[in-house]
Each structure stands twice: as structure tokens, then as C-alpha cells.
């Protein structure tokens, strides 16, 4: 029913700057929970941002906040994750996940979201 497409991921410099997207289809943007997880080999998957249907809502892990932002565009049915003064320990597997929620939360756990993108690759150098 929804299918999610990320993008954006690459190589960056320790300090730098990337902006990941992600691309739903297949629902109604606007009933979307929206949410970057990322995950680093031998670390659980980790949620850094989420963001309710509504915009209205947002969490950051508390590593990333402060440096990075999620918003909607829903113009173009995009999630983006903006990411700024990259760091070597952002180096990961970022996903984008969604799901059709019965509330207007925020999610904040894996278990909250249902549909997944394959993985855009972050690789931040030292």
C-alpha cells in the first residue's frame, strides 16, 4: 500500500552537510507517521527523527538534535531528513519508515511504523 523510496545518501566530510529524501507513494501523505531510522552494524536500528501525520510533532534522538531536521513536503510527498555538522558517528544505514496510525502521535519505536525504504548509505569521513 505505501512504498518508500530514500535517496541522497553519499560520502561527506567530518562538518559537512547532507539532505536525505524520501518519497512515499501508494497513500495519502498527509495520513502518514513519518520517521529516519538508522542503523550501524552491531548497534540496534536507531530512530533519529520523526515527525507526526500532521507536521505538527517531531522527535530528534538526542544525538542528532540540533543538527538535524525533518519536515514534509507535501507538495511533493517527500520526507526530508537535513543533516548538518555531520559527525563520524552519523556513519550509518539511514531508513525511512511510515505507517497509517491510529493516532496523531509521533512514533517513537520501531514497532510504531510498518512500511520501510531499502537504505540510503551515510558515510561521514574523519
Known amino acids: 500500500q505505501v512504498q518508500l523510496v530514500e535517496s541522497g545518501g553519499g560520502l561527506v566530510k567530518v562538518g559537512g552537510s547532507l539532505r536525505l529524501a524520501c518519497a512515499a507513494s501508494g497513500s495519502t501523505f498527509s495520513d502518514l507517521r513519518l520517521g529516519w531510522f538508522r542503523q550501524d552494524p552491531g548497534k540496534e536500528p536507531e530512530l533519529v527523527a520523526g515527525?507526526?501525520?500532521?507536521?505538527?510533532?517531531?522527535y530528534y534522538a538526542h544525538s542528532v538534535k540540533g543538527r538535524f531536521t525533518i519536515s514534509k513536503d507535501t507538495a511533493k510527498n517527500i520526507v526530508w531528513l537535513q543533516m548538518n555538522n555531520l559527525k563520524p558517528e552519523d556513519t550509518a544505514a539511514y531508513y525511512c519508515?511510515?505507517?497509517?496510525?491510529?493516532?496523531?502521535?509521533?512514533?517513537?519505536?520501531?514497532?510504531?511504523?510498518?512500511?520501510w525504504g531499502q537504505g540510503t548509505r551515510v558515510t561521514v569521513s574523519s
Open positions: 515527525v507526526s501525520r500532521s507536521g505538527g510533532d517531531t
Open positions: 519508515g511510515a505507517s497509517l496510525p491510529s493516532t496523531a502521535e509521533v512514533g517513537l519505536h520501531r514497532r510504531d511504523y510498518n512500511y
